[in-house]
């Protein structure tokens, strides 16, 4: 029982101290403050974190791996992006700037939605008749030998 009342009386002496004390209320107040900021930063921290599996979250919309990977096909099939493969460390840079360049595209889709600002599908399908002029030539034959490009590298026009 003597060892409860002398630490009562510690602690007892200790609050006085802080509540009498500038001192004693700074101290209070840092330590506060430093308890709140951990609290906070680790709530922002989880909150920042995607779930497994998930390659980046813009907003509440999430994009597997497997996703950003189907990109990345899109990509090559359109332009000719070829992956570094041999070297770890420049692929991990690619994926980190497919993974930018996806997630650029989505905040700037978001925004044009709220804008309300549009591309006429007549402009889009005049878009894609000169690139696959370009590409494969002209002729029935090329829109035909573009959908059997996309179809070899894992993707389709409406990606």
């Keep these: ?6 630490l009562a009386w510690i602690a ?4 006085d101290r802080v509540r009498t004390t500038w001192t004693g209320r700074i101290v209070a107040g840092v330590l506060v403050l430093a308890l709140v900021a951990g609290v906070g930063g680790g709530v922002w921290w989880k909150m ?4 497994d599996g998930a390659a980046l979250a813009v907003g509440d919309r999430v994009v597997t791996v497997t996703d950003l990977d189907d990109r990345v096909q899109t990509l090559r099939a359109l332009y000719g992006v070829q992956p570094p493969v041999e ?5 991990d840079g690619f994926r980190r700037d497919a993974a930018k360049a996806v997630a650029l595209s989505m905040v700037l889709e978001d ?4 804008l309300g600002v549009g591309v006429a599908d007549a402009k889009v399908r005049q878009t894609l008749d000169q690139y696959i002029t370009q590409q494969l030539g ?5 829109r035909d030998d573009f959908v059997k490009v996309l179809g070899n590298v894992g993707t389709t026009r409406t990606r």
């Design 138 to 142: 002209n002729g029935p034959g090329a």
């Design 87 to 91: 070297d770890p460390v420049k692929m």
């Design 111 to 114: 925004r044009a939605t709220e």
């Design 48 to 51: 920042q974190q995607v779930p």
């Design 12 to 15: 007892g002496a200790a609050l």
């Design 1 to 6: 029982m003597r060892v409860k009342s002398t």
